[in-house]
Every structure is written in structure tokens, then in C-alpha cells.
């Protein structure tokens, strides 16, 4: 089997695939995307161990043979008892077992309370014969204008998976679904991913972390660290190796870096440690881009 990674992900791919029991062959790196080929063993039944066992047995002596034979049977023969007697006294436990007594949840609530403002009286002013100084006008100083709240214009989407502690840099990894048509002959598509980018910079605080847009949920299942087992599990290897690249050449929309740099594989918050790779699995440009925090 051979998978391409995009640049910055080999070795998820690697613990991705191996934890389902492939062994990696080889490893063809390149500029944005590294083939990994991958062999897996298939496991020898039962029938094979059988014919192995019984060709070792065929090479002792005779008389071993029968030996070996006899010490079976009678290890059988004691198992046999030994069953039988566990089963008599499981069978003869059950009836003076006690049955456990429930315990009752407990729940706890949050209560608050305001403390009431007692009335206070005002004191009244005394009249006064002492002349009252004029007051001085002052020109005040023009107020700038208030910046406009924050708000969200871009496309719909959906976070449906964070994956945390990812890359030496430790960062949460957002898997991003968004049901949008995206225009690709037009520059203009890049401008909406940007826009969702920054909003999940905005609800987070900050700039350091790892986006991945997608249009198709089955991607973000398929390759989350925190989902693909469960995804093989219900949808099959093959759909995983075969379909899934297939989804990627136009569903995987950007993947964004933040706060590490890919090249040296170290944290870092230069200019070069934010970026945004264009549709990893079509035509792979990568743009140096930062998001900028609006303020509320």
C-alpha cells in the first residue's frame, strides 16, 4: 500500500497506519507531499500452525512420539476434572452470593445570592452665605470614535473533531467541516478559508495552531488522529485506502500552521512559522499568512 502525506504529517500517517498493522517499507520524500509504502503481513491461521506443529512432530522418534502422545491424554483427563470441579463450585457459589446494595447519586448544584442593599438616606446640603466660585469651561478633547464589535461574516462551518498536543510544538489541531461551494478557478475562495481561519483564531486568543478545512466530514474522520480508528472500523480498510485520497483531491480545501515551522520541525513564532497550504492533495501552493486578532 502506498499513501502520500502532506509536508508536516508523515509521522502521523506513519502511527496512523502502523497502529493498524502495517509495517513501512519505504519512504519517497518530496517538496510539499512524502509517499510512505507500507506492507502488512497477513496472519497465519490456525489450520498453518497445525500442519507446522504436526511436521515438528513427525521428526521426533517413535518412541518419543508415543510419549509424547500418552502425556497429552493424561493432561487432558485432568483438565477435564479440574473443569468439572470449577463448575460445581461456581454452580454451588451463586446461591449464597449477596447482592450489592445501590448507592444513590449525589448532584451538586450552584446556588447564588445577591445581598439586599439596605436604603441610605442622602444628606441634605446646608445653606451656605459663602459666594460660590463661577465654573471654567474647558474645551474637551474630541472622543475617538468606538471601534465596531466583532463580527463573524464568513462562510458556515463546523469544528467536528480537535486533536491536542500535535507537532513538537504541542498545538490543538482543528478539523473544520464547511458545506460551501468554493470557486476554485477564482482566487476568491481563498479569502473566505482565511475568513474562518481567523474566527477560530479569534475564539481562541490566538494565532499558534493547526486548521485543516474540509467540504466532506468523511475526510476529517478518516485522517483526525482522534476518529480514523473508529472510521476503519465502520466504513473498512479499503474504503479508507481507496475512496478517502479520492475525497481529498477536492474536499481538502487548506491546511494552516501556526507557531511551528515545518522546515526545522521547532516551535517558533517567526514570520515563516505561519502558513497555509492550498489544497494539499491537488495543487499543493503554500502562501505565508498570519491572521490578524480583531478586537471585541
Known amino acids: 500500500m502506498t499513501v502520500k502525506a502532506i509536508r508536516g504529517r508523515e509521522g502521523a500517517t506513519k502511527t496512523k497506519w502502523q497502529n493498524q498493522g502495517w509495517e513501512l517499507m519505504e519512504e519517497r520524500p518530496g517538496t510539499l507531499r512524502t509517499e510512505l509504502s507500507f506492507r502488512k503481513v497477513k496472519p497465519k491461521g490456525f489450520g498453518a500452525y497445525l500442519a507446522q506443529g504436526y511436521a515438528v512432530f513427525r521428526r521426533f522418534e517413535p518412541r518419543t512420539q508415543k510419549i509424547l502422545v500418552s502425556g497429552l491424554g493424561g493432561l487432558l483427563a485432568v483438565l477435564v476434572i479440574v473443569g468439572i470441579a470449577v463448575a460445581v463450585a461456581v454452580v454451588g457459589g451463586d446461591d449464597a452470593s449477596e447482592q450489592p446494595q445501590p448507592t444513590a447519586a449525589s448532584e451538586k448544584s450552584s446556588e447564588t445570592s445577591e445581598p439586599s442593599a439596605a436604603p441610605t438616606e442622602q444628606p441634605t446640603e446646608q445653606p451656605t452665605e459663602q459666594p460660590t466660585e463661577q465654573p471654567t469651561t474647558e474645551s474637551a478633547a474630541p472622543e475617538a470614535p468606538a471601534a465596531a464589535p466583532y463580527s463573524y461574516a464568513g462562510p458556515a462551518y463546523k469544528v467536528v473533531t480537535i486533536d491536542e498536543n500535535q507537532t513538537p510544538a504541542a498545538l490543538s489541531q482543528y478539523w473544520i467541516v464547511t458545506k460551501s461551494s468554493f470557486d476554485f478557478s477564482s482566487r476568491a475562495y481563498k479569502s473566505q478559508v482565511k475568513e474562518i481561519i481567523a474566527d477560530i483564531a ?82 499543493s501552493e503554500i502562501e505565508k499568512w498570519k491572521p490578524e486578532l480583531a478586537d471585541d
Open 202 to 283: 479569534h475564539e481562541q486568543g490566538t494565532t499558534d495552531f493547526l486548521a485543516e478545512v474540509v467540504t466532506n466530514r468523511e475526510i476529517a474522520q478518516a485522517e483526525s488522529p482522534s476518529t480514523y480508528e473508529a472510521f476503519i472500523a465502520q466504513r473498512g480498510m479499503d474504503y479508507a485506502i481507496r475512496t478517502i485520497p479520492e475525497l481529498e483531491v477536492l474536499g481538502w480545501v487548506a491546511s494552516y500552521t501556526g507557531g511551528f515551522d515545518r522546515d526545522t520541525g521547532k516551535p517558533s513564532d517567526a514570520a515563516s512559522a505561519y502558513e497555509v497550504l492550498w489544497r494539499p492533495y491537488a495543487t
